[in-house]
């Protein structure tokens, strides 16, 4: 069975729909972002702060590669991972990646009191937030196998995933 790679901006509800999917699918979630913090043994906030992001994006390119030869996840992916084309060619092929589409309207509200997300940790969040979101969304749509849009409740949205998820060959 291949992993399901769930991408998509900040905000987006990939850790939610990721965790109820796998609940309701019997596969095991994993959060990048806490995979990643887990081996670093350090918040992603200090990784960046500390190393820089250059360094963040090295970890997040091993995580992918090491995600991509597991089985039976769901993963949500960083908001960033699937913008660099060596991080979908991990799991190109083999695994199958769900762009969760939401509004920027929808992310903006959902994040107005974000205070841990290090790109959004500036006086500009709103510009900067759509600056970014208008960046990543072409790059998101590339790397995706399907599409399920995110801005119903998780209940609806999770119950999307899986349909989806019954209807592909071999998982």
Same mark, same amino acid.
């Given at each position: 069975?291949?992993?399901?790679?769930? =991408?998509? *901006?900040?905000? =987006?509800?990939?850790?939610?729909?990721?965790?109820?999917?796998? $609940?309701?699918?019997?596969?095991? +979630?994993?959060?990048?972002?806490?995979?990643?913090?887990?081996?670093?043994?350090?918040? %992603?906030?200090?990784? +960046?702060?500390? *190393?820089?992001?250059?360094?963040? /994006?090295? !970890?997040?390119?091993?995580? =992918? @590669?090491?995600?991509?030869?597991?089985?039976? &996840? #769901? %993963?949500?992916?960083?908001?960033?991972? !699937?913008?660099?084309?060596?991080?979908?060619?991990?799991?190109?092929?083999?695994?199958?990646? @769900?762009?969760?589409? @939401?509004? &920027?309207? @929808? #992310?903006?509200? /959902? !994040? $107005?009191?974000?205070? %841990? /997300?290090?790109?959004?940790? $500036?006086?500009?969040?709103? $510009?900067?937030?759509?600056?970014?979101?208008?960046? /990543?969304?072409?790059?998101?749509?590339?790397?995706?196998?399907?599409? %399920?849009?995110?801005?119903?409740?998780? #209940?609806?949205?999770?119950?999307?995933?899986?349909? &989806?998820?019954?209807? !592909?060959?071999?998982?």
């Amino acid at each position: 069975m291949n992993n399901i790679i769930i =991408c998509g *901006f900040m905000g =987006c509800g990939k850790s939610t729909i990721g965790r109820n999917t796998a $609940r309701k699918t019997g596969r095991r +979630f994993i959060d990048m972002d806490r995979y990643i913090e887990q081996k670093a043994g350090m918040s %992603v906030s200090e990784i +960046f702060e500390l *190393f820089g992001e250059a360094h963040f /994006r090295e !970890l997040e390119h091993e995580a =992918c @590669v090491e995600l991509s030869q597991m089985k039976r &996840l #769901i %993963v949500a992916s960083g908001g960033g991972a !699937l913008t660099f084309e060596r991080n979908v060619e991990a799991f190109k092929g083999k695994d199958t990646i @769900v762009l969760l589409d @939401v509004p &920027l309207e @929808v #992310i903006r509200y /959902r !994040l $107005r009191n974000d205070r %841990v /997300r290090p790109l959004l940790q $500036r006086p500009d969040k709103d $510009r900067a937030m759509t600056e970014l979101y208008n960046k /990543r969304l072409p790059l998101y749509r590339a790397a995706a196998d399907y599409t %399920v849009e995110g801005q119903n409740t998780p #209940i609806k949205t999770t119950a999307a995933m899986i349909e &989806l998820i019954k209807s !592909l060959p071999h998982t």
